[in-house]
C-alpha cells in the first residue's frame, strides 16, 4: 500500500473511531489513536487531534450528553448518509440496500443484532473504506459527497468538537467540483426530504446490523468504533 493510501486509511479508521458515541471504551483507546496518527501528515492529523483532546479532557458524562444534543436531536448533523440525499422516504431503503450489497461483494459481514446499526452509518463507511475495500468505500463517500459536507459545514458551524473528524475526513476527498458545490448549496438550502413513508426495501431483519468484529484485510489496528442505532 503506498504512502498516500495508509495515510487515509488511517484517517478514516480514526474518524470512525471518534465519531462513535463516547464510552469508557473509546477512551481508553485514544492513546491507540494517537500513535496511529503520529504516522499522518501533520496538517491532516491535526483536526483529529482537536476532536482527541476534547474526548481527554472532558468528564465522560458530559461528553456523552454532548453527542446525544449533537447527533440525535438535529437534522444537520445527521452520521446516516443517505438520510440528507433521501430523508425518510422509500427511496432511502433502496439507497440502503446499495450499502449492503457493496459490503457483501467485498465479504465484509454484516451480523443481525437488534442494537445494530444501518450501513449507511457515516462509523460503518469509514470503517469499511479503511480496512476492508478502500476503493468502494470511497466510492460511496464521494456518492454521499453533498450529505458529508453539509454534515461537516453544519458541525463547524454550530462549533461542535466533532468538527474536525469531518474536516480530516473531507480532506481525504477530492476538491469540489461546480456541480457538487451547487448540491451542497441546494441541500443546505433545502434539506433532506421530509415525507416519511417507511423503509421497507429495507425491511428484512437481517439488514438491521452491526459490523462483523473480523478484520480480513486490515492495515492498521485500531478498534472497531461503538456507535448507537437510532440516532437522528
Not at 48 to 65: F, K, M, N, Y
Not at 205 to 220: K, N, V, W
Request: some cysteine; overall charge negative.
Amino acid at each position: 500500500m503506498s504512502a498516500a493510501r495508509a495515510h487515509e486509511a488511517a484517517v478514516w479508521q480514526a474518524a470512525a473511531l471518534l465519531l462513535a458515541y463516547p464510552d469508557d471504551r473509546l477512551l481508553a483507546d485514544l492513546a491507540t489513536v494517537r500513535r496511529i496518527l503520529g504516522h499522518v501528515p501533520p496538517d491532516a492529523a491535526a483536526p483529529l487531534r482537536q476532536v482527541i483532546e476534547h474526548l481527554s479532557t472532558t468528564p465522560l458524562g458530559d461528553a456523552q450528553a454532548a453527542y446525544v444534543e449533537t447527533f440525535d436531536s438535529r437534522r444537520r448533523h445527521n452520521l446516516y448518509l443517505t438520510y440528507f440525499a433521501h430523508g425518510d422516504t422509500r427511496k432511502r431503503g433502496v439507497a440502503l440496500l446499495r450499502f449492503k450489497q457493496t459490503y457483501l461483494r467485498a465479504g465484509y459481514s454484516l451480523e443481525t443484532d437488534n442494537g445494530g446499526e444501518l450501513p449507511d452509518h457515516l462509523c460503518v463507511v469509514l470503517e469499511f473504506a479503511a480496512t476492508i475495500d478502500r476503493d468502494e468505500g470511497k466510492r460511496l463517500l464521494l456518492d454521499h459527497r453533498a450529505g458529508l459536507e453539509l454534515l461537516r459545514m453544519s458541525l463547524t458551524e454550530t462549533g461542535s468538537p466533532w468538527a474536525g473528524a469531518l474536516d480530516a475526513v473531507c480532506a481525504t476527498l477530492p476538491a469540489l467540483r461546480g456541480d457538487e458545490r451547487d448540491a451542497v448549496r441546494r441541500l443546505a438550502a433545502e434539506g433532506p426530504p421530509a415525507e416519511e413513508v417507511g423503509l421497507t426495501p429495507y425491511g428484512e431483519p437481517d439488514f438491521d446490523a452491526r459490523l462483523s468484529e473480523t478484520r480480513q484485510g486490515a492495515s492498521i489496528d485500531l478498534p472497531m468504533p461503538t456507535v448507537r442505532s437510532g440516532a437522528r
